[in-house]
């Protein structure tokens, strides 16, 4: 994965002005847009092989039932995403349609780069979207995007080896294991057995998965990223709490040794080979990893969710939704055209070939497919039926909040969470304290400070930054 990237909003503005006055004459832009008219440029995060497939096959039949016209996609890494859209947009040249992480979604609605699709909805019908994301960019009386699927990563464990540590695994997944982190960490030390390669549990160290773990586990003790004014409040004491609890992972010795560097993907391989016992990044497409890589050992007799614990200042345990958007770009001059391939993307045929793909990870936004008898009859549902279950658990009752938006949801609305989270202040100032470079408070405090000068950058009011948006 690439390192942490951002760019202000003034810069981002300065960008596209510069764009747009670069110099080019008048019929070489012509020609320019002739050649690119009936070309759709779509850009996703599903970047993996299988999935790629999917979305071409709407893709070739976005082509025969358009003649005339091309669609073009690109899979696109979740931590690259920003980034790549970020300079796409300062030169004036972004996709028609793209994924959006949902925190980058104020941030992109602010700045004008997106467009209302309520028409998509009113096309696939809106009662049939699924509550958890129907209204999520709902702003202003319109919906500016629409998430692809609906997921929510689960606390999984390698239940054999907890079993052969004495641990019982509880058969309802919605009763604790352990109800606070103090107790989980206990656990994490009994089963730890560096010199026989076998460490309690898988931690990223890479930025924006680091930023993900720490985002779910504020939640769970109590805590916000931004406050109900949307100040900072990184130095509160809830976030110090959990800053304590990632260091004493570290200093536990519970997780691998290399854990500052280790990406996604390589959490994914450590769990399903053995190497920990447990990933609190239990999104459904590691049944996948599990299948290739333990494939003896691919069942909930060995890999099972479990329910969350709280931090010492938490009483919910809260997790992430992954539940990405389309969206379509203001820049695009096929607008319409792009709306017709987003409500072909959702026809039942192409849907249901599109999330049979990684049925454990991508639960479908639309109520009649999930009753659909063909998505009911796939096999991954059955075989993990608890994993599945979790993720409705959690997204039924409230405590799966978007990734990069984090408790309370409504913090969606907060225009500059992209800038934040994508700058990597917070990964760097966690990776100082877990090094012994700052002391806890000293670091979220400076994460606090850091967030507020960048806030004010982009030209919003600190404190109270809410004060922006008095006028709408």
Known sequence: MTGMHSISRRGFLKGVAAAAGAGLGPAILTRSAQAQTRTLQIWHTEASDISVKAVQKVCDRFEQMHPGAKANQQGIAWADLGPKLYTALAAGTPPDIAHLNCYHFRSFQKQG??????????????????????????????????????????????????????????????????????????????VSKPDKRQWGMSLPGTGYFLQEHLGRWVGSNGGTFYDEKWNPAFHKEPFIQTLEFVKALSDNKVVPPDWLSQSWLGMIVEFSTGITTMIDHGYGRIAGSIEKYAP???????????????????????????????????????????KEWLKLFYTRDMYLNYVRQYPVHMPPILKSLRKDPEYQALPELKKWRNWVRMQEINIDRGLAIPVGVYYPATNIQIPFLAEVFDSGIIADEIVGFVQGRRKGKEAAQRITDRANDLIKKLGYPVPDPIRSEKKL
């Open 113 to 190: 780069a997106i467009v209302p699709i309520d028409d998509v909805y009113r096309a696939i019908g809106l009662n049939d979207v699924v509550e958890s994301v129907r209204d999520m960019t709902l702003f202003q009386g319109k919906r500016w995007g629409i998430s692809h699927h609906v997921g929510a990563p689960a606390l999984m464990i390698r239940k054999d080896i907890a079993e052969q540590a004495g641990f019982k695994v509880p058969d309802d997944i919605s009763k604790p294991m352990f109800p606070t982190w103090k107790e989980q960490l206990e656990y994490l030390k009994a």
């Open 296 to 338: 003896d050992k691919a069942s909930e007799e060995y890999f099972m969710p479990i329910w969350r614990p709280v931090g010492p200042s938490g009483k919910i345990p809260y997790t992430d939704m992954d539940a990405e958007i389309w969206v379509i770009f203001s820049k695009s001059k096929l607008r319409d055209l792009a």
